[in-house]
């Protein structure tokens, strides 16, 4: 017997094993996917490019992981946690693994979720092969998390600390939101909006990072899952072009989503614009060339004129976005730095090196507004005095971040943003999570927010130690400044011990 | 699908390992004026208009059979959408 085209297996193996209920409703079967108010009316239009089978699903995926633990069996027989640039580049990823490995777990259960719920077999099917992925993302990242908690602080107890601490707050509630939303709006907000519109800014330049830091865990654990993420990427886009190409009507919902959606996940890529600016010893990009290429080259100038021809405008607040590139990182590393008596990681001045490259990235902004920050910052530590935030700050009611971002252009100004609901008063740090919220206030008053739920007694106690008990956390190990950091003081001996080695 | 190609630049990131050396002078070879570029653990390949990957050129260049479903194996990331994707090639351009 011949053997059957890809054309063929897809459509024998994937599309064929469905059936119509003929003694259920199709609407009990499915009850989930009318109350958005989009409209379907033709399952079998979905594409998936990929054409993807049970059996060649398994066999790739196979290879992936086989080739991952590889990686990471010769990374921990090497000594490869101490191949770093500098211990100071963990604790980018420490971020990264605190915040990121609890949303593939919850990626994992929600497109579960989805290949149940979807009428069609095809996007069912699609959905089942990235629930699996993701639990295979969320297992490497714990061995990778396994590998360097061995030898680093902060990264003992991560899933606790998810549900606890403030800055994970912000990734976890940005989920929760997506979650709670009806599956075409989350397909729009997870599938299209984070893992096609923004993915690259986040997973590239960090991945890139990962390898020119010399971590190879990260970079094969990184690699291995954004192999499978180009699957993903082709849902999103997938899903968002088969929900406007079903109905007209659909086109108004589907911008509102992306709208919300472009802002919800910009805000949390703020993260990974200090990260990249200000937490990797040996740098390769900056957040402004990295949103300029991935975001302003490649999405807007190639992914918008795609979708114009369906009426879908560029999203709401995008000018802000573009505003900010030029000066988003500095902002938000100095809340990190300002608060990391508070958090699992260290932090700390940037270098003499690094302060040059800073202004030579950010030739506009960096000289006139955050260097003498920084010299501020030096000038204290020197004295004996290492700059920490006392006192608990305003959150933003949408995106949970601490007031830090400035009025856009004016550097010296913080943005606050107001509203009335209910007879309460909410803050917000822009007029895009503004928005959001008046769109939906009954979703986002109940929103857990760290500081609120401190005032309110539900986090250990009044006192900064008793919080971080609650959180978690080992008060002067996991948090606060790097160089008198045990996470230092370690790396320090670890390479003189080499050094000593060698020279024997 | 039959929509000529717009002159918008597509593109892929590849993992950096020697399979992805032997597609890359693949893609090279079929598609005039593509641009290559390294970066940390990534080979960015852009071109405008589309980008096309081919078995033949890709078996001819790994000296081995390799089948188009491998290409997850190598990918990254792209931008673009994924026109084609069958057993002799994929197809990577703009829609609209």
């Known amino acids: 017997m011949a053997k059957l085209s890809m054309r063929e297996r897809y459509s024998l193996l994937t599309r064929d094993l469905d059936w119509t209920p003929t003694y259920v409703d199709p609407k009990v079967v499915y009850p989930y996917t009318r109350y958005e108010g989009i409209k379907i009316h033709d399952w079998d239009a979905w594409e998936d490019p990929f054409r993807l089978t049970v059996d060649s699903y398994c066999k790739y995926q196979a290879e992936k992981d086989k080739k991952l633990y590889a990686v990471i069996e010769s990374f921990a027989q090497g000594q490869g946690h101490l191949h770093l640039t500098d211990a100071r580049y963990i604790n980018a990823l420490k971020i990264f693994l605190q915040g990121v490995t609890p949303l593939e777990y919850a990626a994992h259960r929600h497109f579960e979720y989805l290949a149940r719920h979807l009428d069609g077999p095809g996007p069912r099917f699609a959905a089942l092969c990235q629930s699996i ?18 030898y680093y602080s902060g990264l003992h107890s991560w899933s606790k600390m998810f549900d606890r601490v403030w800055y994970l707050s912000v990734p976890k509630s940005f989920f929760e939101d997506a979650i709670t939303a009806g599956p075409f709006e989350f397909l729009t907000s997870i599938s299209f909006s984070f893992e096609y519109l923004l993915t690259n800014l986040l997973f590239v330049p960090f991945m890139s990072g990962a390898s020119f830091n010399g971590d190879l865990a990260t970079m094969t654990f990184g690699f291995s899952a954004q192999s499978d993420e180009s699957r993903h990427m082709t849902l999103g886009v997938g899903a968002l072009k088969f929900l406007l190409e079903q109905d007209e009507a659909n086109v108004p919902i589907i911008q509102d989503w992306l709208d919300k959606w472009f802002w919800r996940g910009y805000r949390l890529l703020s993260l990974v614009a200090a990260m990249m600016d200000y937490m990797l010893p040996k740098r390769f990009m900056s957040w402004k060339e990295a949103f300029e290429l991935y975001f302003e080259e490649q999405m807007m100038n190639g992914l918008f004129p795609d979708l114009e021809y369906y009426g879908i405008r560029p999203p709401r607040h995008l000018e802000q976005a573009i505003t900010e ?150 008060n002067g190990a996991d948090n606060g400044e790097y160089l008198t950091s045990p996470d230092k003081a370690s790396w320090d001996q670890w390479k003189a011990a080499a050094q000593m080695g060698a020279s024997r | 699908m039959s929509t000529a190609p717009t002159t918008r630049r597509v593109g892929v990131d590849l993992q950096d390992s020697e399979d992805t050396h032997a597609l890359v002078e693949a893609i090279e070879a079929d598609n005039p004026d593509v ?27 790994m000296g081995r059979d390799w089948e188009t479903h491998e290409f997850q194996l190598n990918i990254v990331s792209y931008f673009g959408t994924i026109a084609e994707w069958d057993d002799d090639k994929i197809i990577i351009k703009w829609e609209h």
Request: hydrophobic share 35%; with cysteine; charged share 20%.
């Open chain 1, 325 to 474: 590139k030029d000066y988003m990182s500095h902002q938000v590393y100095w809340l990190l730095y300002t608060f990391s008596h508070a958090a699992s990681f260290n932090t700390t001045i940037p270098g003499p090196d690094e302060l040059d490259w800073l202004s030579a990235s950010y030739p506009d902004t960096f000289d006139r507004h955050y260097r003498p920050l920084w010299d501020r910052a030096q000038r204290l530590a020197d004295s004996g005095h290492r700059f920490f935030f006392r006192g608990l700050p305003t959150l933003c009611q949408t995106c949970q971040i601490p007031m830090t971002f400035t009025e856009p252009g004016d550097m010296d100004t913080i943005s606050i943003r107001g509203t009335e609901f209910r007879g309460e008063h909410f803050n917000f740090c822009s007029d895009g999570c503004k928005w959001i919220f008046d769109r939906e206030p009954e979703k986002y008053v109940q929103a857990w927010l760290p500081v609120h739920q401190i005032y309110q007694g539900n986090c250990g106690g009044a006192t900064i130690p008793e919080v971080l008990a609650w959180y978690g956390i080992q």
């Open chain 2, 35 to 61: 641009e290559v570029a390294h970066m940390p653990g990534l080979i960015r390949v852009t071109k405008a208009g589309q980008l096309v990957i081919r078995r033949d050129s890709v078996q001819e260049r």
């Open chain 1, 133 to 150: 992925d993701e639990l295979r993302h969320t297992q490497t990242e714990i061995h990778t998390i396994s590998q360097y908690n061995k």
